[in-house]
């Protein structure tokens, strides 16, 4: 498997996790913390795919004090973005799910969930997702 394989791969799992999720997030929310442990080693896993291609990020003073994990979401965001275009119908659920996510702090059962893996606060957790939409509508 090529690096560009497998930063597909890791893409493509984050999407289907959202998807089960979304489904049934009452007895699937280890998805929500599979997708943190992929959030939480993206920039790790895939450090020279984002300097290559994603060295805008680094470049916008908007995201000046921007964490890794904080790239991390945004580059991630971005490669939902290019898989989910394939097909009309995921693209929309997505980002339909990552609209409702993004609403309002008080009702994101996502970044509620993401508490279990990050041992932070929910505003914490909505600020990534945000990350996560930026890189989406990019």
């Known amino acids: 498997m090529d690096d560009r394989d ?3 791969q890791t893409a493509s799992d984050h999407r289907l996790k959202m998807i089960a999720w979304e489904d049934r997030p009452e007895v699937r929310p280890d998805d929500i913390t599979d997708i943190c ?3 939480d080693h993206y920039f790790d896993m895939h450090s020279e795919e984002i300097y290559t291609n994603h060295v805008d990020i680094f470049e916008d003073e908007a995201e000046a004090n921007a964490s890794l994990i904080d790239i991390s979401a945004r ?3 971005r490669e939902l973005n290019r898989i989910a275009r394939r097909n ?3 693209f ?3 980002s339909n799910l990552i609209e409702r996510s993004t609403k309002d702090v008080q009702t994101s059962r996502w970044a509620e969930v993401m508490i279990r893996y ?3 606060t929910v ?3 909505f600020r990534l997702l945000g990350y996560i ?3 989406f509508a990019e």
């Open 6 to 8: 497998q930063w597909d």
């Open 37 to 39: 442990d992929i959030l």
């Open 75 to 77: 580059v991630l965001g």
């Open 88 to 90: 009309q119908k995921l």
């Open 92 to 94: 929309d659920r997505i």
């Open 118 to 120: 990050f041992s932070n």
């Open 123 to 125: 505003e914490d957790n």
């Open 133 to 135: 939409k930026k890189g």
